[in-house]
């Protein structure tokens, strides 16, 4: 099979369907783009999950008369309650937060923010106990084992918080990945009507081939490479997005929200890019085999 004959039907075939070829392209950079974006959201949680985790507490609030009175939890009720939790199998350590330490916290806080220092007085504050765990996906267990001690105010639970965050991002994650489906689908029917078009033009120099002794396989790859061609296009431009994106968008949101870990180009051109391109391949070529099995006899 000579190479040049077929790279020179595949440049043919993408220029004489340039509209097509052109739209083809711009949605599948599309719904890979989508598809990325998603994976990005992806990766941006296993991020989330390894910073923050290890650092995921149970805060327990202690009561009134505690806040109060006791600044090193010498009483009775402050003492017994923590050394309960301190000799729970199920935690690591256990530190005492004073009023005063407490209101000092608040201060460094929300020191760049004097409106929400007007909010609290250093009395306003409870003393707390702050509870890291072996596991801190089991603080649900401390919860309910120590919720009804009378010298608990209130217990916050750090894990609900950030798996009702990671929530929010899996939501978002899995619309980014909906509509990469949607567009995903549009490029398989254009690749598929692109394939039908181009090979209708060229049924007679295609039947004239035939009738010389040239394979059905012969024939039909330029179709198939002119859909793999397109795929790959479209990947590259799906990643030149992204990489974009990064640069216009994320970046700054990243620095205006501290809690959101950074993506670097090689969380793109490790973790995505390849994926893409591999996507890209395998989409248009199973398209554009199938397309030629059902449609194309020649």
């Given at each position: ?225 002119e859909a793999v061609v397109a795929g790959v296009l479209g990947a590259f431009l799906a990643i030149g997005g992204l990489v974009g994106l990064k640069y216009t968008v994320l970046d700054r949101l990243v620095e205006q929200v501290g809690a959101i870990p950074s993506i670097g180009l090689f969380d793109i051109g490790i973790h995505v890019a390849p994926v893409l391109l591999a996507t890209s391949i395998v989409i248009s070529a199973v398209t554009g085999y199938i397309t030629l099995r059902l449609y194309v006899?020649?």
């Amino acid at each position: 099979m000579r190479a040049s004959f077929v790279f020179s039907e595949v440049v043919t075939g993408l220029r004489r369907n340039v509209t097509m070829t052109v739209a083809m392209i711009l949605t599948t950079a599309i719904s890979l783009g989508m598809f990325g974006g998603g994976l990005l959201f992806v990766r941006t949680i296993d991020k989330m999950q390894a910073n923050y985790l290890d650092d995921v507490e149970v805060t327990v609030y202690l009561n009134d008369d505690i806040s109060a009175n006791d600044e090193d939890c010498t009483t009775s009720a402050c003492s017994s309650l923590r050394q309960s939790l301190e000799t729970d199998p199920a935690v690591e350590s256990v530190s005492y937060e004073n009023r005063s330490e407490a209101y000092a916290r608040f201060q460094e806080i929300f020191k760049s923010e004097p409106d929400m220092m007007e909010l609290a007085r250093p009395d306003s504050l409870p003393a707390s106990l702050h509870v890291k765990l072996f596991d801190p996906q089991r603080s649900d267990v401390i919860v309910q084992e120590y919720s009804g001690d009378e010298a608990i105010s209130k217990i916050n639970d750090q894990n609900k918080f950030l798996e009702r965050f990671l929530g929010l991002l899996n939501e978002g994650r899995n619309g980014t990945f909906l509509v990469a489906l949607i567009a995903a689908t549009a490029a398989v029917l254009l690749i598929a009507n692109t394939i039908q078009v181009s090979a209708f033009t060229r049924r007679t120099e295609v039947g004239i081939m035939r009738l010389v002794g040239a394979t059905r396989w012969y024939t039909q790859l330029p179709f198939l490479l002119e859909a793999v061609v397109a795929g790959v296009l479209g990947a590259f431009l799906a990643i030149g997005g992204l990489v974009g994106l990064k640069y216009t968008v994320l970046d700054r949101l990243v620095e205006q929200v501290g809690a959101i870990p950074s993506i670097g180009l090689f969380d793109i051109g490790i973790h995505v890019a390849p994926v893409l391109l591999a996507t890209s391949i395998v989409i248009s070529a199973v398209t554009g085999y199938i397309t030629l099995r059902l449609y194309v006899r020649h």
